[in-house]
């Protein structure tokens, strides 16, 4: 049987929890995401707790499960020739769910957001992130560009995949 999900919008209070699954993420997969574990593992919790105000973040637990299992985001800019846009960024699950549907669920959650708000999302995906690009592709996301060698991780470049889902 597939396991539930609780899910919800996380704000400043879940900062802690929130601050730990980004962490691992950022540990664990290093290629996968623009930002980096050396970045961010110096960061205060109030500063994570700024970002949940700043952004819409929503968050999966497995039931009966208090650990935070998966997290999705959106962030649109406050420039007036840039607010149509939003930027979906941050997904990740920890492996032990991934293929349940949370990463997918999340998504839509943001993108149901998104709708109201935006015309449309964009987000970047490293090229050979095969799982990421298929989940994206199912979501209605299109490649609308490649930026090459947009990453550098340990001396080895990524390509990204630009993607684009216009509502
Ligand atoms: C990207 C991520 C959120 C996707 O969540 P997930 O639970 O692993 O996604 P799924 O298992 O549902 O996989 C998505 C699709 O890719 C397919 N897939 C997964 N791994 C694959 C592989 N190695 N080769 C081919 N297809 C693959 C799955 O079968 C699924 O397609 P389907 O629905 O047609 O079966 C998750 O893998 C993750 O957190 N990865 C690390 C961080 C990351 O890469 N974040 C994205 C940054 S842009």
Excluded: I
């Amino acid at each position: 049987m597939s396991p539930s999900f609780t899910l919800r919008r996380l704000g400043a209070s879940d900062a802690l929890t929130y601050r730990d699954l980004r962490l691992l993420g950022l540990r664990s997969h290093p290629e996968a995401f623009g930002a980096s574990f050396e970045d961010e593992a110096g960061r205060t919790v109030e500063w994570f707790a700024e970002r949940l105000d700043l952004n819409v973040v929503w968050g999966g637990w497995r039931d009966g499960d208090p650990d935070l299992a998966g997290v999705a985001a959106l962030h649109v800019s406050g420039a007036a020739k840039a607010r149509h846009k939003g930027v979906l960024w941050g997904m990740f699950v920890r492996s032990e769910v991934c293929g349940s549907g949370l990463a997918a669920a999340l998504a839509e959650r943001v993108l149901a957001h998104a709708k109201d708000v935006v015309e449309e999302v964009r987000l970047s995906v490293v090229a050979s992130n095969v799982a990421a690009v298929r989940l994206y592709t199912q979501l209605g996301f299109r490649p609308y560009g490649v930026e090459p060698r947009a990453l550098k991780v340990g001396g080895e470049y990524h390509d990204e995949v630009l993607m684009a889902l216009r509502f």
